[in-house]
């Protein structure tokens, strides 16, 4: 029986309607834990730190960071990749059709309403921040549309 192909990680010119932000303040955030998510897995076959959002004084941004390799303790791997995040709490959510296991919690940094879902299967791991300036409904059906959306198989 052979092995199933290895996922990648990449990041699409839009996300939820949301086209990628050149934003150089976004960009920072959406790669600033991305070296430690590559620590998680060993040696990264990808990696993606990417944000994405609308113009304007209200506008929302979904940022997406992530990593692919070998994940040996997805539990453990969730529990640090959402530790920096400002976060009351954080519970298990569906991790959806790409399995795994998957958390979203949320938190009001500053004036900032923030919504944090992490998510760990046997070959990736990633995070996905909903930031708002108005308070925020469960995400969880969006961010398993992003987990779908920046995950693909190796060719």
Known sequence: MSSPAARKLRAPETLLGLPKSMDREGIGLAQRHLDKLKREVGQPTSAIGWPYANKGPDADAVLISGASGTITDQQGAIERAL??????????????????TARCGRGRPDEVFLIVCAWADDQTLGVVVFLSSRPQADRTTQFLEVRKAVTEPAA
């Open 83 to 100: 530790q920096p995040y400002r976060i009351d709490s954080h519970e298990t959510v569906d991790a959806g059709e790409l399995g795994g």
